[in-house]
């Protein structure tokens, strides 16, 4: 009896350990919210590799350089719902409205003008919300 009593409170709390950094690992793998910083490669182009599914584009946050041109590689991953990709801001010469497919799309582009801009899911089905208000947008950003 006093052998289990002691036992008992010392496997709950190594279950409440194991459970409580299987929850905080997953949460840091999920999350991936860190700002991608683009590089400029050797090429002089800022290289950017987007992955989209249901919903979501990831990273959603891309910050690239002004007046540096860039190449958005965007795939969609497996899944049968279809998305698209709006990145539009006519006074940094970014004009992009395409779907998108399994095969990867490449998108080039220079910016002219900095600051925040959203890129989003334009699909959406019925009277079901838009992709979008699934959460599936991001921000370009673009600094000086
Ligand atoms: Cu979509």
Redesign the pocket.
């Known amino acids: 009896m006093k052998l289990q009593g002691f036992l008992f409170p010392r496997f709950l709390s190594l279950l409440l350990a194991l459970v409580i950094s299987f929850t905080a690992g997953g949460v840091a793998a999920q999350s991936g919210n860190e700002p991608y910083r683009a590089a400029i490669g050797s090429d002089g182009v800022q290289h950017v590799n987007i992955l989209a599914g249901d919903?979501f584009f990831r990273p959603r946050h891309i910050i690239v350089k002004v007046n540096v041109p860039v190449m958005l590689v965007v795939r969609v991953e497996q899944g049968v719902?279809p998305?698209?990709l709006v990145l539009k801001v006519p006074k940094a010469n970014i004009s992009i409205d395409e779907d998108l497919g399994r095969e990867s799309q490449t998108f080039t582009f220079t910016p002219t003008a900095s600051g925040k801009y959203a890129f989003y899911?334009p699909?959406k089905l019925l009277f079901f919300k838009s992709?979008r208000e699934h959460g599936?947008e991001g921000i370009l950003e673009i600094v000086e």
């Open positions: 919903y719902i998305h698209g899911c699909k992709h599936m």
